[in-house]
């Protein structure tokens, strides 16, 4: 049975998970700084801008899971 394109995605949910908001809205609030979240099975991947705001997101990290209601690992990522 062939399905198309358009029967695929729409049965897709495209809405933003809940951790990626509440992380996006964590850095938005504490630094004013925008950064990119990837939810994946095991892990959350965050990227920022600048080293300087990751390695303080790094000494924060039990603040954004709590945040995020999560126990997956957290990557954080350089742009």
């Known amino acids: 049975m062939s399905n198309s394109l358009a029967d695929l995605l729409a049965n897709k949910n495209f809405d933003e998970p809940p951790e990626m908001a509440a992380i996006k809205k964590f850095v938005k609030d504490a630094f004013d700084e925008e950064c990119e979240v990837l939810v994946r099975e095991r892990d959350i991947v965050l990227t920022v801008r ?14 954004l899971r709590a945040a995020a209601q999560t ?7 350089i742009r």
């Open 71 to 77: 126990e997956k690992r957290i990557v954080f990522r």
């Open 50 to 63: 600048s080293s300087a705001l990751a390695n303080t997101l790094r000494l924060k990290i039990n603040e």
